[in-house]
């Protein structure tokens, strides 16, 4: 060892003593923060195809946004309790990813938002621009006499949709949400039913130019959610204070402006587990991802074990809730009406409304339901030759709701043919 590098222990050189200090593995450092950029970008064009599958129905029919999205587990459950009703588009995977990201936050803080969520990647995507349009110079950081209480937002965000959620059992949220926007950008619906969701995906992804996680640090209700759960986490960042150089690369580091460089423990609910602060520490062992306790009996994790442990967990609750049919990945079709035993003639048949999708036809609809076109063509006006098209494109075309009109058609008609 060079008498520039000394390790670091309690007596170790300290900013006052001229530098000198055991390096980081800088190479190692700047590939594991490689790796989880690339690992979101994966998870953002992964989930967009998802999406884009869902609109335009093939090769497989697979299930939409509602299905994938944790904060529409907090809203139905939510109604669940409250009023003892499901929120009817959500889907139980909806709830497995909301438990999913709860077991995450115990142990990682909000790791769901820092390396799996496609909105955070998204801003993520922009914020770089912004690095590369500012170049060495420091990019600005809102006042504090505004950022400060513009965090308290995500939480008024979180108690109004879930409130509202309560009173209504619809999910309220989706006109607003700006992934929902992004997922129907291939849509007829995109203008008509999520131009608010649009324009807030506009203004997060344009201020996250300038302001790093602009949605994530100041409107997005799940990751309120989620900083509340990530105090009890059993991992955080912790700064040794004895051989820190207070050089503040950590701070500049930070997504969402934690002043890391001022705590021991970083307790702060806005963490994203992203370790980017981590990361840019070059002072070996003073900024680590450990649990509490003194360095002799915390268990520590690099941010590389960090990532491994997340994603190892997100893929074995996913895989496991899939094997036991649980988390649907497909949307159940209608099952197709069967003629009454003896009479050849066609049964009603027992349809769950809840299962009729936008992105069905209205073919598809008629043949489980043998509900006939000109009853479709009465109540909404749609035409005997627009059977072939998708129901969500008809709802913008005669304007009805397929959650409450349509749903409630089709359910008074085969209760009327029963009769
Ligand atoms: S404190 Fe560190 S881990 Fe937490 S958000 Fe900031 S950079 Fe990421
Ligand atoms: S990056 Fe932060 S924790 Fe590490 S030496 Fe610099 S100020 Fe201290």
């Known amino acids: 060892m060079s008498d520039e590098r000394v390790t670091p222990t309690a007596e170790a050189p300290t900013k006052a003593q001229g530098g000198r200090y055991e390096k980081t593995d800088h190479a190692a450092q700047k590939r594991s923060r490689l790796v989880r950029f690339a690992i979101l970008i994966a998870g953002l064009l992964g989930i967009t195809a998802i999406g884009y599958i869902h609109q335009i129905g093939v090769p497989f029919k697979v299930v939409g946004v509602d299905a994938l999205c944790p904060f529409g587990g907090i809203e139905t459950i939510w109604s669940l309790i409250s009023g003892g009703t499901f929120v009817k588009q959500i889907a139980a995977s909806s709830v497995i990813l909301l438990a999913v990201t709860i077991v995450l936050a115990l142990l990682f803080r909000r790791s769901f938002c820092g390396y799996v969520c496609p909105l955070g990647a998204f801003q993520e995507l922009f914020g770089k621009l912004g690095k590369a349009l500012w170049g060495k110079r420091r990019r600005p950081e809102l006042p504090a006499a505004l950022d400060k209480p513009a965090r308290w937002l995500k939480y008024v965000v979180l108690v109004v949709f879930t409130v509202w959620t309560w009173t209504t059992a619809t ?132 941010p590389d074990k960090v990532l491994l442990a ?18 649907a990945w497909t949307t159940p079709g209608l099952a197709a009406a069967t003629p009454a035993a003896g009479t050849g003639a066609p049964a009603v048949p027992k349809v769950n409304v809840d299962d009729i999708k936008g992105s069905m036809t209205l073919a598809e609809v008629i043949a489980a339901t043998t509900i006939p076109a000109s009853d479709f063509e009465a109540r909404f006006g749609i035409q005997a030759t627009e059977t072939g098209e998708k129901i969500k494109d008809l709802a913008a075309k005669y304007g009805f709701d397929i959650h409450t009109d349509f749903r409630t058609f089709v359910e008074e008609r085969l209760d009327a043919m029963r009769q």
Not at 245 to 262: G, W
């Open 310 to 327: 997340v994603l190892a967990i997100v893929a074995v609750l996913l895989a496991a809730t899939t094997a036991v049919g649980s988390f």
């Open 171 to 302: 999910l309220v949220i989706r006109p607003y949400d700006p992934w929902v926007a992004w997922m129907h950008l291939t849509s007829a619906e995109v203008f008509a039913e999520f131009s608010i969701g649009l324009g807030v995906l506009v203004v997060s992804l344009s201020a996250s130019i300038v302001y790093e996680r602009f949605f994530c640090k100041y409107l997005c209700p799940m990751g309120g959610f989620l900083g509340v759960i990530s105090r009890f986490s059993l991992f955080k960042v912790h700064r040794e204070a004895a051989t820190c150089i207070d050089c503040k690369l950590c701070d500049r580091a930070c997504p969402v402006n934690i002043k890391v460089s001022q705590v021991e423990t970083v307790q702060s609910p806005e963490c994203i587990n992203c370790n980017e602060c981590v990361n840019a520490c070059p002072v070996k062992d003073t900024l680590v991802v450990a649990t509490n306790g003194s360095a002799a009996t915390r268990k520590v994790l690099t």
